[in-house]
């Protein structure tokens, strides 16, 4: 659990009363997908785990039967697939979570599932950035392609004038 943990950069807790054993594996193959793992912990182990770690703060919250997710590089993808999970069978939020160092509680995290993933807001600052490249190319593109054709124009005319003499 300390290599999970020291592989992580945040770590939700939920509850997960009267889940079936086929909706804990659904629920574990949407966070996989997402870029997270899912685990039932004793929550005596996990904090022994977290004792001395960045994650302690979560031992005063382990309280009940537990699963941890933990999430690599994106925090936000998983805790997606944890909300709409929970949201569409009609559970509790997710309990809390520490999102680099910081200890969040269900309200905050309800509104940090309801932003872009990390994925999808580096699509969109690099799509309003190649935006104003691409115009500015199809503009030099174009006024290129103008000055061809104008010396082309002149080219003919001159060639006509040339034939006429």
Known sequence: MKERLAESGSVYLMEFPGLSVSQISELRGKIIDAGGRMYVLKNRLFKLAVADTPFEPLTDLL?????????????????????????????????????????????????????????QLIAGVLGGISGPVTDFVFTLGALVSDLVYTLEAVADKKTEEGEAA
Request: proline residues 9%; negative net charge.
């Open 63 to 119: 309280l009940g039967p537990n699963a941890t997710t933990f999430c690599g590089d994106d925090p936000i993808a998983p805790l997606k697939a944890l909300a709409e999970f929970l949201d569409e069978n009609e559970m509790p939020p997710v309990k809390a979570g520490l999102v680099d160092g910081q200890l969040l509680s269900d309200a905050e995290l309800s509104q940090l599932a309801k932003i872009a993933s990390r994925d």
